[in-house]
T-cell receptor
Framework: QSALTQPASVSGSPGQSITISCTGT?????????VSWYQQHPGKAPKLMIY???NRPSGVSNRFSGSKSGNTASLTISGLQAEDEADYYC??????????FGGGTKLTVL | QLQLQESGPGLVQPSETLSLTCTVS??????????WGWIRQPPGKGLEWIGS???????YYNPSLKSRVIILVDTSKNQFSLQLGSVTAADTAVYYC???????????????????WGQGTLGTVSS
């Protein structure tokens, strides 16, 4: 199974909004509403930020939001803060009863 | 609060088997609401799902690793384990265990989303 496609890097200034895309196929992202997003700071374990396309776990800032259109899911971070600088990964359930991750996106806060 | 902790030898010889255990505390591994999974991350690279197990022993594996992977559960110890055989340097990675929410559609159930995660343990394959 091939990894979901994410941009290698994105950047933004404090206070701005950025969007990270995650492109798959109709067999994964497009076929199920089981897309999740993870934030990973250097040397730390990933943290769930969004699940089921657009739901936020308790304790996650409402500056983080998720959406999906066709085979592409998106993570939007509004009001960028320095602490948002991290790697972000998307994940999806697939029609083969497996789970697949994106290649990861490095977010730089300028 | 649920916590997961990985443990196991940090160094494995090429062609041998990497064996790791994940101990769950603050909750029961026998909860019918969750699967329990392994994910790895080679140094400087992205995340790769290895597989997931239900407390009953039902498993799902990454097809690219399936021939070399065994995931087992021990409900009496509230633990689940990973065995990865015939390892090479390409298997060097940080190995994470995590809880997965169970989703069902009709009679089929499967894992999705990982939360929380263990802190991870580095498994190095080297002679």
């Amino acid at each position: 199974q091939s990894a979901l496609t994410q941009p290698a890097s994105v950047s933004g200034s404090p206070g701005q909004s950025i969007t990270i895309s995650c492109t798959g196929t109709s067999s994964d992202v497009g076929g199920y509403n089981y897309v999740s997003w993870y934030q990973q700071h250097p040397g730390k374990a990933p943290k769930l930020m969004i699940y089921d396309v657009s739901n936020r776990p308790s304790g996650v800032s409402n500056r983080f939001s998720g959406s999906k259109s066709g085979n592409t899911a998106s993570l939007t971070i509004s009001g960028l803060q320095a602490e948002d600088e991290a790697d972000y990964y998307c994940s999806s359930y697939t029609s083969s009863s497996t789970l697949i991750f994106g290649g990861g996106t490095k977010l730089t806060v300028l | 609060q649920l916590q997961l902790q990985e443990s196991g030898p940090g160094l494995v010889q090429p062609s041998e088997t990497l064996s790791l255990t994940c101990t769950v505390s603050g909750g029961s591994i026998s909860s019918g609401t969750y699967y329990w999974g392994w994910i790895r991350q080679p140094p400087g690279k992205g995340l790769e799902w290895i597989g997931s197990i239900y407390y009953s022993g039902s498993t799902y594996y990454n097809p690219s690793l399936k021939s070399r992977v065994i995931i087992l559960v021990d409900t009496s110890k509230n633990q689940f384990s990973l065995q990865l055989g015939s390892v090479t340097a390409a298997d060097t990675a940080v190995y994470y265990c995590a809880r997965s929410r169970k989703y069902c559609s009709g009679v089929s159930c499967y894992p999705a989303r990982f939360d929380p995660w263990g802190q991870g343990t580095l498994g190095t394959v080297s002679s």
